[in-house]
């Protein structure tokens, strides 16, 4: 029998905005995630009730807010949710588009349990595939100075943190959640590139971010298993 490998990060921001919905999907997403991806949604829910209340123990959340993008934002931000979180698996982005080094260390030395992950390039920056490739290499390498723990990867991309990894250019717990993915069945939206989330996760990544698929499915729990197993399976021959 397979092991679920928890490898999705469910983003509830594309969810109706209605809290009781959320709360549910992710109460009942838990056996099949490792936790929910909020941006929008967590100041619509409540960061106390969302985090101290509704979750299931060992829910993770990736918290991906717009107006936090920034260090001197982030750290402001991370200490609101360390005051009600301390021990819940957190991760936050923070962006690595005109960074300082220093305030990146700083943000990485005052992270308490929580996981920093760098946020490598806006995708208004990737006029051809070669400049990503660069960006996400130099910004990776920005992220393991500073001392944060991952970096989130466009799907097309995490080939190259993969391999920086196998090289030894970057440490083997290095987080990298692929972003963008799309299964065969599903509409591309605004990706020109198809990636499915087993190829992210064969290609080298640790977690692979799904929103529309499952939120906008009229079963969401059932296309959430499916999605999960087909992870599950590509996480573990990844693996070997």
């Given at each position: 029998?397979?092991?679920?490998?928890?490898?999705?990060?469910?983003?509830?921001?594309?969810?109706?905005?209605?809290?009781?919905?959320?709360?549910?999907?992710m109460e009942n997403a838990r056996p099949w995630v490792?936790?929910?991806?909020?941006?929008?949604?967590?100041?619509?829910?409540?960061?106390?009730?969302?985090?101290?209340?509704?979750?299931?123990?060992?829910?993770?959340?990736?918290?991906?807010?717009?107006?936090?993008?920034?260090p001197d934002r982030a750290v402001r931000r991370m200490r609101k949710y360390l005051a009600y979180s301390p021990f819940l698996p957190t991760f936050m982005t923070v962006s690595g588009v005109s960074a300082d080094e220093k305030k990146l260390e700083s943000l990485a030395a005052a992270r308490g349990k929580?996981?920093?992950?760098?946020?490598?390039?806006?995708?208004?920056?990737?006029?051809?595939?070669?400049?990503?490739?660069?960006?996400?290499?130099?910004?990776?390498?920005?992220?393991?100075?500073?001392?944060?723990?991952?970096?989130?990867?466009?799907?097309?991309f995490v080939r190259i943190a993969s391999a920086m990894k196998i090289k030894g250019e970057l440490p083997v717990e290095f987080v990298i959640i692929a972003t963008g993915t799309r299964s065969l069945d599903v509409s591309l939206h605004n990706h020109a590139v198809r990636v499915t989330p087993e190829k992210a996760l064969r290609d080298g990544a640790t977690h692979v971010v799904i929103g529309r698929e499952v939120t906008k499915a009229s079963n969401p729990l059932k296309v959430l298993e499916e999605l999960a197993m087909r992870c599950s399976a590509a996480r573990s021959a990844a693996m070997i």
């Amino acid at each position: 029998m397979l092991t679920i490998c928890r490898t999705i990060f469910l983003d509830v921001d594309d969810v109706p905005h209605q809290d009781r919905m959320r709360i549910s999907l992710m109460e009942n997403a838990r056996p099949w995630v490792a936790g929910a991806k909020v941006g929008d949604a967590i100041e619509e829910i409540g960061i106390q009730r969302l985090f101290m209340y509704h979750i299931p123990e060992g829910m993770a959340f990736l918290v991906d807010q717009k107006d936090a993008d920034t260090p001197d934002r982030a750290v402001r931000r991370m200490r609101k949710y360390l005051a009600y979180s301390p021990f819940l698996p957190t991760f936050m982005t923070v962006s690595g588009v005109s960074a300082d080094e220093k305030k990146l260390e700083s943000l990485a030395a005052a992270r308490g349990k929580m996981s920093i992950i760098l946020v490598p390039f806006l995708s208004s920056e990737l006029m051809e595939r070669q400049l990503g490739e660069l960006l996400l290499a130099r910004r990776a390498l920005l992220a393991k100075r500073c001392g944060l723990q991952g970096i989130t990867c466009p799907a097309p991309f995490v080939r190259i943190a993969s391999a920086m990894k196998i090289k030894g250019e970057l440490p083997v717990e290095f987080v990298i959640i692929a972003t963008g993915t799309r299964s065969l069945d599903v509409s591309l939206h605004n990706h020109a590139v198809r990636v499915t989330p087993e190829k992210a996760l064969r290609d080298g990544a640790t977690h692979v971010v799904i929103g529309r698929e499952v939120t906008k499915a009229s079963n969401p729990l059932k296309v959430l298993e499916e999605l999960a197993m087909r992870c599950s399976a590509a996480r573990s021959a990844a693996m070997i």
